[in-house]
């Protein structure tokens, strides 16, 4: 299994990102890149994991432009002006946890073929180090934020609502607080101190996680509740009843208000989506990288996951927790947002996991696929796992890419119909495990 993810690279501090990691893949990108803007989330290693990164590209002749603590869709937008970006963060996984993620100059997450490029550097050692007189220095990079709000703004119109912000302890309370408050909105933050430990509460921004924002917006009385993760990629919304949207809910939402003829979602996004919208849905692997690759191949006007991460072309490719933000505040100016989710259907949706032995992994993905591809259903998708579709209903079976589990999927109009789904297809992972 390569060193990158879909989302970059992730590990716990000092096991799986080392420094030796993160030096060497500061050479490869220093190899490549001319210029590099860095930034950073919370997390404590950040300083150690950035000095000798930069060092590594500054020894490939790298010029490196530090623009410190910032989000990741704030280090995209000033990745414009330079070769690439490297945003060290791991994003929502607990606080041991370190990352490194690649960004191109369009806001798009390097793609699997760059990731590959890079991998191939290491493993060969082939770095294009430069002698004295021709490494690279470093430099700062100050108006991220600024530039990244303007950027913001110019997409959005004026709200004057009450809105309580979950910064998650990262960068999000550098932008978020300050974009809604230039739109007119009076804004009350939560967790909006600077914490590697993440005190407050852990980075993802489940329900469960973010229940003191539930209750906040209630007890204040505001019109909406925000949430981000610990590098504000992403955005959960609460309605003014501290009821929480779904991904799936605010996945119909953006794309009723700003698709026109298009739109992409990864494999395991509800019907729901399909039902409340009059557009195209392209469907594509899970991964916000894959999701913005298909949204500019096929030029979506929206593309999005039930996981939080939202993309809107006209702006950027990179998933931005904080224009989501500032849109979501913008339709809640006009209609309350409890009455906008209750308006979008709501689907039984169960799911079950499989463990199995790592060793037979090839063998059971040979019995799944034939398994799979021998039902009978009226679509079958195969990009990434099984999605099986039927008339009332559908399945999504797919191995876990980071455990030896096969998960799956099953949703329809009717709960009968759902667990009769969920039981079909669960038998059929079990009979190829045997």
């Known amino acids: 299994m390569g060193i990158f993810g879909s989302s970059g690279v992730r590990g716990v501090v000092n096991k799986e990102m080392t420094l030796d990691l993160a030096m060497n893949i500061g050479m490869a990108v220093g190899s490549m890149a001319k210029t590099a803007v860095m930034g950073h989330d919370s997390r404590t290693a950040n300083d150690m994991m950035s000095a000798v990164a930069s060092s590594g590209m500054m020894a490939c002749g790298c010029?490196?432009?530090?623009?410190?603590?910032?989000?990741?869709?704030?280090?995209?937008?000033?990745?414009?002006?330079?070769?690439?970006?490297?945003?060290?963060?791991?994003?929502?996984?607990?606080?041991?946890?370190?990352?490194?993620?690649?960004?191109?100059?369009?806001?798009?997450?390097?793609?699997?073929?760059?990731?590959?490029?890079?991998?191939?550097?290491?493993?060969?050692?082939?770095?294009?180090?430069?002698?004295?007189?021709?490494?690279?220095?470093?430099?700062?990079?100050?108006?991220?934020?600024?530039?990244?709000?303007?950027?913001?703004?110019?997409?959005?119109?004026?709200?004057?609502?009450?809105?309580?912000?979950?910064?998650?302890?990262?960068?999000?309370?550098?932008?978020?607080?300050?974009?809604?408050?230039?739109?007119?909105?009076?804004?009350?933050?939560?967790?909006?101190?600077?914490?590697?430990?993440?005190?407050?509460?852990?980075?993802?921004?489940?329900?469960?996680?973010?229940?003191?924002?539930?209750?906040?917006?209630?007890?204040?009385?505001?019109?909406?509740?925000?949430?981000?993760?610990?590098?504000?990629?992403?955005?959960?919304?609460?309605?003014?009843?501290g009821v929480t949207l779904s991904g799936d809910e605010t996945l119909a939402l953006f794309a009723s208000r700003y698709a026109s003829q298009r739109i992409v979602v990864s494999v395991d996004a509800s019907m729901a989506v399909d039902d409340t919208v009059d557009v195209e849905v392209v469907r594509t692997r899970v991964g916000d990288v894959f999701v913005s690759e298909e949204v500019k191949r096929t030029e979506a006007d929206f593309g999005g996951e039930p996981s939080g991460t939202w993309i809107f072309p006209d702006q950027t490719y990179c998933p931005d927790g904080i224009l989501a933000a500032a849109r979501i505040v913008e339709i809640a100016s006009s209609e309350k947002l409890s009455k906008v989710r209750e308006s979008i259907p709501r689907y039984p949706t169960l799911r079950a996991a499989f463990e199995y032995d790592l060793k037979s992994r090839d063998e059971i993905l040979d019995r799944l696929r034939d398994e799979m591809t021998a039902i009978d259903c009226d679509e079958l998708l195969t990009l990434d796992g099984y999605r099986l579709l039927f008339e009332d209903g559908w399945t999504l079976v797919r191995p876990s890419g980071t455990e030896p589990k096969i998960r799956v999927v099953a949703e329809a109009r009717r709960a009968e119909r759902a667990e009769e789904l969920l039981t079909m297809i669960s038998d059929k992972v079990k009979g190829c495990l045997k």
């Open 63 to 241: 010029e490196v432009y530090s623009a410190g603590f910032i989000t990741t869709p704030t280090l995209a937008e000033a990745a414009r002006c330079h070769d690439c970006g490297v945003m060290l963060t791991a994003s929502h996984n607990p606080p041991e946890y370190a990352g490194i993620k690649l960004w191109n100059p369009d806001g798009m997450g390097f793609s699997a073929e760059q990731s590959a490029q890079i991998e191939q550097m290491i493993e060969e050692d082939k770095y294009s180090t430069k002698p004295w007189n021709l490494v690279g220095s470093s430099h700062l990079f100050p108006d991220a934020v600024e530039t990244h709000m303007e950027r913001v703004m110019a997409g959005v119109g004026s709200a004057s609502l009450k809105v309580v912000v979950d910064c998650a302890n990262g960068p999000a309370l550098t932008i978020t607080p300050l974009v809604l408050q230039q739109m007119g909105c009076r804004v009350v933050t939560l967790n909006s101190n600077r914490d590697g430990h993440f005190s407050g509460r852990m980075p993802e921004p489940t329900d469960e996680n973010i229940s003191d924002l539930k209750r906040s917006v209630v007890s204040m009385k505001a019109d909406l509740g925000i949430a981000h993760d610990g590098d504000a990629d992403r955005m959960i919304a609460v309605d003014d009843k």
